[in-house]
């Protein structure tokens, strides 16, 4: 009876993942089919995120029906754009975010310089304006908001002083 005993095969002591294996490592070993984003690494044409650890993982889906389907019908289209994962997104300020601060300093400072009351730029056709011709116009704050947070110290020193006289 001994002859039918099975013995299990002998464990193997390394493991088949890579280790210190980045998404960046495998978008260099295998090209423009993949590419790296937040620290995972995605399909160009199936935006499936894969597991940059198992080469054999990343192979497998290469060669899958579907990657072949898809990375055809991506050829035939002239230009795709890859989707962003939602701290890339955040992390992008446009143009518009980073210039608002500038532009609402300036149009408070205009007012000022033209002696015009804040108090105007609540005025409805003031707002009509702004939003008609200026891009963005409705993101400028209501007078007490432009007085409290852009209406620079001085000013506000200099408008207490004029109400004592």
């Known amino acids: 009876m001994e002859r039918f005993d099975v013995k299990p095969p002998p464990s193997r ?4 993942t890579a280790l210190y294996v980045t998404p960046q490592d495998r978008v260099t070993e295998f090209g423009s089919e993949l590419y790296e984003d937040g620290g995972k690494l995605y399909c160009t044409f199936c935006n499936v995120v894969l597991n940059h650890v198992r080469k054999s993982a990343i ?7 579907t990657h072949t389907k898809r990375k055809g019908e991506f050829e035939e289209q002239s230009v795709r754009k890859k989707p962003r994962t939602l701290t890339a997104s955040l992390q992008c300020n446009s143009t518009a975010q980073t210039e608002k601060p500038g532009v609402i300093q300036d149009f408070v ?3 000022l310089e033209a002696s015009i009351p804040l108090e105007k730029a609540d005025h409805p056709a003031v707002r009509a304006f702004l939003s ?3 891009k963005n116009g409705n993101s400028i704050p209501k007078s007490d908001q432009l007085r409290k947070a852009y209406l620079p110290d001085g000013y506000t020193n200099q408008l207490l002083k004029s109400e004592d006289h």
Request: proline share 0%; no cysteine; glycine share 0%.
């Open 13 to 16: 002591s390394r493991s088949k």
């Open 59 to 65: 192979n497998d889906h290469l060669k899958s029906k």
């Open 109 to 111: 400072k205009m007012f």
């Open 132 to 134: 008609r011709h200026v």
